[in-house]
């Protein structure tokens, strides 16, 4: 899932510093998963702000809606039953939450309410941790399922650097070296072998640095 996290309030306020009129629209998927955006973030956020307008001596009205997604066509239209409501969107949506509804409603002024972060999982109650960096080449098969792009420090794609000690990345005694967890978990399936097939240079348009990405499928467009 997407990871996301609340922009500092001192930033969301002077964002909206000018509108009379706010609507706060949550999101219920991913951003609800990792209790950053969802409808009870939503109505805290809407009460911060509020409260943060009235410390410099504002007032503003907030009304607090929710997508089912907000990056999906199918939902975006159920915005405009607060058409008149708002002079501006605050989204508790990731970044693609914000882009897609600017893109559907270009009379509409949206602010982000997050910080998106990583594509993760949730690893212990309250904790989530980066898994996957979307570079558009999973190589997933070749390392036991363990990602080297994301969860190695230098992204390194022939094993270990010099600096990790007893399994953990020289970057942090807590952060554990995955390639070490890549050759463990390839040890345990008798595939070891894996380890010295060397990795030609890797093709970094697939990342998206060669403009977005987009992807089509004939047999689900109308």
């Known amino acids: 899932m997407i990871v996301a996290e609340r922009k500092p309030m001192a930033e969301i306020i002077g964002m909206v510093k000018d509108c009379k009129k706010v609507l706060v629209l949550a999101c219920r998927g991913c951003v609800t998963v990792c209790s950053a955006g969802g409808e009870r973030e939503a109505e ?13 001596g504002k007032s503003v009205e907030t009304t607090i809606g929710s997508l089912v997604r907000q990056c999906d066509r199918e939902y975006i239209d159920e915005i405009d039953q607060w058409k008149g409501q708002y002079d501006a969107v605050v989204s508790t949506a990731c970044g693609v939450g914000v882009n897609f509804i600017s893109n559907l409603r270009k009379d509409t002024m949206v602010y982000p309410a997050l910080n998106t972060t990583f594509f993760g999982g949730s690893s212990e109650q309250g904790e989530w941790t980066e898994q996957c960096a ?25 094993g270990p650097c010099g600096g990790s000690v007893d399994g953990k990345c020289e970057i942090a005694k807590d952060v554990e070296c995955v390639w070490q967890s890549i050759h463990d ?21 697939t990342a998206g640095h060669g403009g977005p990405r987009k992807t089509v499928r004939d047999d689900l467009t109308v």
Do not use: Y
């Not at 978990?185 to 348009?205: G, H, K, N, Y």
């Open 134 to 158: 979307g570079c558009g080449d999973c190589i997933l098969h070749l390392t036991g399922g363990l990602c080297p792009v994301a969860r190695c420090a230098k992204s390194l794609m022939n």
């Open 44 to 56: 805290i956020l809407s009460s911060l702000i509020r409260l943060g307008m009235k410390k410099e």
């Open 185 to 205: 978990r390839l040890c345990s399936f008798d595939r070891s072998a894996q380890m010295e097939v060397i990795t030609p240079i890797r093709d970094w348009s």
